[in-house]
Each structure stands twice: as C-alpha cells, then as structure tokens.
C-alpha cells in the first residue's frame, strides 16, 4: 500500500471490501458517482526502537472503508509482541518487494513459516488463535498489515492461517508500463490463491507516470488507496 514518488511510481495497493469483478477495472455501481473521503495522512506511530509503523483506521473515514479496521505500513527489526491470543477478524501481513528482509510467522495451529519479501502470511482468527511475528535476525522487514472485520456468523469460524510464497502471487502485466500483483482477490485473469470468509481485494500496482488504474466498485463496497 504505499507508492513512492520520482520517475517510476513503485508500490501502490488498492484494498477493497469486496473482491473486483472479473475482466477489468470499469466501477460497477449502478451509475451512482463514487464518493471519495479526504486525503488522510497516515499517523507515525513508535512501539520500540525495532518496531515503527504508520497507521489508517477505520474511524479516519466514517464508515467508508469497511470491513477494513485497520492499515499498517510497518518496519520491524524485533519482535513487536509476543505471542498473543486474538478472534474475531482476518488479517494479512505483506513483505514488501524491497524490503531487505521476511518474518517468521508462528502460530498455535502449527504453522512456523518463513514469510519472505514479495509474500504474505494471512490469518482469519475467528473463535480465536494464538500468533506471532519475528523478524529474521539482522535483518529489517517492511510490509503492510491490514486487518478486516469479519461478519457476525463467521466470527465463531475454526481459526487458520496460510503463507503465500512470492512466485504464487498471480500477476496482470497488460503492458510494460504497469503491472499488478493479487495478493487477495482477482485483477482481469490474475486470481489470489488465497481467499479471506468477509468479500475482500488486496492488489499492489507499479506504474510509470501517465499510467492509471480504475478499480471495479461494487455498490455499497467501501476501500482504500494508500500511496
């Protein structure tokens, strides 16, 4: 979810409470205009020496984002928390590309998986888990968390929780000068392995300058940009 200024916008992710249409990016509301909030800056905020992060919440956009509850643009270098139990919502945590190094992603289901730049660990909590994230040793990992509510009659769901390697990630190249990633959901032909129970799209896009990208929006579906 972030994209960086000069000749080559880098990183740029959409993310969506409903997954997009297949076959292209036209909104599909119904004709109705689609209502845009005001730019929010995403607040800094400091955990530790080994672990920052920039955060967009729900309550900044009066109700325009559900079922997202939260955005993290993060750096960790140490663990953030120990282990912890959480329930009730999903979760998907995105090593950037560029970032110089993964995480660790543990949980009490199992899982003890390397998540590794260009991939993602993804979690639906439901009637609750116990997980946690630790950056390898030495080195830095930046990503984006996103957390997304779940519908009241998925909330009491058997937790589980997926990693998806960076050469899963299905990707849409319809010219040199643009290319998008489906981390969650379906861009024209390129379709996530991975799903989450709520409707919900994560894409990320790298465009040259003159490039655009319209996004399906479905009536009464909320979602994000974050540049």
């Not at 080559?8 to 109705?32: H, K």
């Amino acid at each position: 979810c972030r994209m960086a200024g000069g000749g080559t916008w880098r990183w740029e992710s959409l993310v969506s409470g409903r997954p997009f249409a297949d076959g292209g990016f036209i909104p599909q509301n119904g004709g109705m205009p689609l209502s845009f909030s005001p730019i929010i800056t995403a607040r800094r905020k400091v955990h530790s020496d080994g672990f920052s992060f920039f955060n967009l919440n729900e309550r900044f956009f009066g109700g325009m984002i559900d079922p997202i509850l939260n955005l993290d643009h993060f750096r960790m270098s140490e663990r953030p928390f120990p282990p912890r139990p959480i329930a009730g919502f999903s979760a998907i945590t995105a090593v950037l590309q560029s970032s110089r190094g993964g995480f660790l992603a543990r949980d009490h289901l199992g899982l003890n998986a390397q998540v590794l730049p260009g991939g993602l660990y993804g979690l639906v909590s439901g009637s609750g888990m116990i997980a946690e994230e630790i950056p390898n040793a030495g080195e830095a990992c930046e990503g984006i968390h996103v957390s997304v509510n779940l519908l009241g009659k998925d909330k009491k769901l058997p937790p589980r929780s997926f990693v998806v390697e960076p050469g899963q990630v299905r990707e849409w190249k319809p010219n040199p000068q643009l290319r998008g990633r489906a981390l969650i959901g379906r861009i024209a032909g390129a379709e996530s392995p991975v799903s989450l129970p709520s409707p919900f799209s994560f894409f990320e896009f790298e465009m040259k300058p003159k490039m655009s990208v319209t996004p399906r929006v479905l009536s009464k579906s909320g979602g994000m940009v974050y540049l």
